[in-house]
Structure formats: structure tokens, C-alpha cells
């Protein structure tokens, strides 16, 4: 089956989003340049997705989330952004869909003005065209899960799964409110979430032990 890498975003879905920069750019190259990148994807995103997994290196970043259902809460913080994708929304003129693309395209576009102005630098930062695909089945979410999680390691920034202060895995073991842990603990443990919790540490080990195979 051929993959959709702009899948449409409906409502309850999981989807997973990717890109990186041109000609090996950096995309971050400070603390303070991961941390505001964070701290304004949740301002774009977290009252319309919940953040299953999150991992940003030096050239791309990967997110796995679970769009909210439209409630009429979810409508006036919708309301409270003022902008053309908003407005065309809520008329009904366009969808939910068209209006978290427009979160996205403005997102990135802040974040290349920051670091281009930072840093004194021109052109393009990311490939024009963030990709997004649908995660559909409980295996290719965990297996995601863990591809996302195994991302500094497979690039030598470190060798552990802990270590690497730019990803989710740390925060689901401290429970931060940056991710949604209860989604996958509780998948996980059928419930339980110390059960979830010790499976999702299994995965994860399980998932470094194959990968160090292939």
C-alpha cells in the first residue's frame, strides 16, 4: 500500500510528523534553541493534539500525536488565535484539517525566522513540505513509538535512550504534562498504568536490542 505523507488530520487520529533541514543546516544549536522550539509547539498545538512522542536533533524533529475531538471548548480556543485559517474554520469555509496545517506552516515559519535572525543566517531552514502519515495499527504506534525514542541513538548523540535531553522517553519515566503517558501506559498494561509503564521500558530495551542486529 502506498504511503500518504500529507495524510489528511481527522479528529481522534494518530499521525506522525517529520522534517529536516536543507543541505544539513542546523535547526537547533543551543539549549535555548530546543526549549523554545518545545515551549512553541505546545503553544500551537497542545489545546488541538495530544503529544504521544517527540524527538528533536541538530538537522529534523519528529512528533507523534493524537488529534482531539472539535468540542466547543476546543471551537473558542480556535476563536482566540484570529487568524484567516481560523475565521475560515469557524464559518465552516474550511476544515479542521486546513486550519491545523496553517498551526503548522506558521509554527515553522517562526521558528526559521528565529534562527535565521539569530544567528545571522539566509535561506531556506527545512525542506518545504513537512511530512505527516497516519499511524493506524497499535504495532506501528509502538514501533514509532520507539523509532522516534531511538533517534539520538542511531545518530551517535548518545547511547542510551535517557540521556538524550530532547525526547519524550525521559518524560513518560517522570510522567511529564508535556506528553500524554496514559495513552500508551495504559494500552500497554491493559489498564495498569505501573504494568504500562514497566512494559514500556521493555519495548524500548527490546527495540535496541534488534536494532543493534540488523
Request: with cysteine.
Amino acid at each position: 500500500m502506498r504511503t500518504d505523507y500529507h495524510a489528511s488530520l481527522q479528529p481522534q487520529g494518530v499521525y506522525h510528523f517529520y522534517n529536516k533541514t536543507v543541505s544539513q543546516r542546523k535547526l537547533f544549536y543551543d539549549h535555548k534553541d530546543y526549549t523554545r522550539f518545545l515551549n512553541k509547539f505546545k503553544k500551537y498545538f497542545t489545546a488541538y493534539m495530544d503529544i504521544v512522542a517527540y524527538c528533536l536533533i541538530p538537522n529534523h524533529f519528529h512528533f507523534m500525536v493524537k488529534v482531539k475531538t472539535i468540542s466547543p471548548t476546543i471551537r473558542k480556543l480556535i476563536a482566540k488565535e484570529k487568524t484567516q485559517a481560523a475565521f475560515k474554520f469557524l464559518s465552516n469555509e474550511d476544515t479542521f484539517n486546513e486550519f491545523l496545517s496553517d498551526q503548522f506552516r506558521r509554527f515553522l515559519s517562526g521558528h526559521s525566522l528565529y534562527i535565521n535572525h539569530k544567528y545571522d543566517i539566509q535561506g531556506s531552514l527545512l525542506l518545504k513540505k513537512t511530512k505527516r502519515t497516519a499511524v493506524v495499527t497499535d504495532t506501528k504506534l509502538y514501533d514509532l513509538l520507539c523509532y522516534i525514542h531511538h533517534n539520538p541513538i542511531h545518530h551517535g548523540l548518545t547511547i542510551t535512550y535517557g540521556d538524550w535531553p530532547y525526547s519524550s522517553f525521559s518524560d513518560y519515566l517522570k510522567e511529564s504534562s508535556l506528553v500524554t503517558s496514559h495513552l500508551i501506559f495504559e494500552n500497554l498494561g491493559n489498564g495498569d498504568i505501573h504494568l504500562g509503564k514497566i512494559e514500556f521500558i521493555k519495548l524500548h530495551q527490546e527495540y535496541q536490542a534488534n536494532y543493534s542486529q540488523k
